[in-house]
């Protein structure tokens, strides 16, 4: 499953790196601790957090994450916006919790592949 | 007592995320031009170039106190500022054994220590700007063990402030003062104000480039620009008092 299939599937705004949307899914990732997300996520995760500073998009080039989805109605900083544009990692937005949104994102069949 | 007009916040070219342009010397230089008294050096997890600065400092003529901006476990920045070298290299060691990781300079930036005669000394290859595993509890105690001071940063910012990340200011915590951004100011953070309780509060720049300095800062009151004064400036103590 594409980026591009789940921003349909859930009607998430597109705030920033379209040009990443036909980036395969791999599996999925909660988190607010940058930190956290480093030491977790792995390429290809969607990444699900409140962060919309810069830094989000340090730790997406770095672990070569598939797409951020900023929850709870959360908007990127510009320069944010910026680096998604320039890097084409998607930022995607939603209204709804990372709890809501991960539990819909396993239905639709993104599953965090075991090891 | 003096007045002393004092940035407590700038970051040198060893910050991943700070121009190349902030070298020690030219910190130094701007710091005078921008009619400050005295200056803190706060890199992010180090204080490599903060010798640097404090020579520089006192070759032309002004005061420059070496610190670090710690990044604790629940990814909250904590201004650790000392009166010497050694002290802050002190404080610098604990930080190093509790972090891990080795910097991209490509994604993050590059982190160059510079001497005072801006010459480049080498590139530090660790991840600065990464979290360490010291909980900021155990930082404020360290710095404190150590004999510095510890200041709660941008208290105001959404990201890596104390209220980002606790949603509040443990009561417990012995923070000697907290830091508002030049974005805000007393009172129109007095929305967040609750939080901030009795604690001192302080205004500084937060430079990461050169334009930046001294936008904003604080007023002290004090007879020299030490530790032991500014820790008695923001207890309002003994005549000393600070304004910004």
Not at chain 2, 57 to 83: K, Q, R
Not at chain 2, 143 to 157: E, K
């Amino acid at each position: 499953m594409k980026v591009r299939d789940i921003q349909a599937e859930f009607s998430l705004e597109v705030a920033a790196g379209s040009s990443g949307l036909d980036r395969e899914i791999a599996g999925g990732d909660c988190g607010d601790l940058l930190s956290d997300v480093m030491a977790n996520s792995r390429a290809g995760d969607l990444w699900l957090t409140i962060q919309s500073h810069q830094n989000i998009m340090a730790v997406a080039v770095l672990k070569d994450l598939a797409a951020i989805i900023l929850v709870n109605g959360h908007r990127p900083d510009d320069i944010t916006v910026a680096k998604a544009e320039q890097e084409g990692i998607p930022i995607l937005l939603s209204p709804t919790s990372s709890y809501q949104l991960a539990g819909g994102l396993f239905r639709a069949g993104i599953m965090q592949k075991e090891e | 007592m003096k007045h002393f007009r004092g940035d407590l916040h700038i970051h040198t070219c060893l910050s991943p995320c700070a121009e190349l342009e902030m070298s020690p010397l030219r910190i130094v230089k701007e710091s005078l031009a921008k009619g400050l008294d005295f200056i803190a050096i706060c890199d992010h997890n180090s204080a490599e170039n903060a010798g640097a600065a404090v020579r520089a400092g006192a070759m032309l003529g002004i005061h420059v106190l070496p610190g670090l901006e710690i990044n604790s476990i629940e990814e909250i920045h904590t201004l650790a500022i000392f009166d010497s070298e050694k002290q802050a290299l002190s404080m610098q060691d604990i930080v190093y054994t509790h972090l891990h990781g080795t910097n991209r300079p490509d994604i993050f930036g590059e982190q160059v220590v510079v001497n005072e005669i801006n010459e480049v000394e080498y590139f530090n290859e660790r991840m600065l700007i990464a979290s360490t595993q010291l909980g900021v509890d155990s930082i404020v105690r360290e710095v404190h063990r150590l004999g510095g001071i510890a200041i709660a940063s941008h208290v105001d910012r959404p990201s890596y402030s104390i209220i980002s990340q606790l949603g509040f200011i443990p009561h417990d915590l012995e923070l000697d003062a907290v830091e508002l951004s030049c974005m805000t100011n007393k009172e129109s953070f007095a929305g967040g104000s609750g939080m901030l309780k009795e604690l001192p509060i302080i205004k500084s720049s937060d430079a990461h480039s050169p334009d930046d300095i001294g936008r904003c800062c604080t007023s002290f009151f004090i007879k020299v620009p030490c530790i032991d004064e500014i820790r008695m400036a923001l207890g309002g103590k003994f005549g000393r008092r600070m304004v910004n």
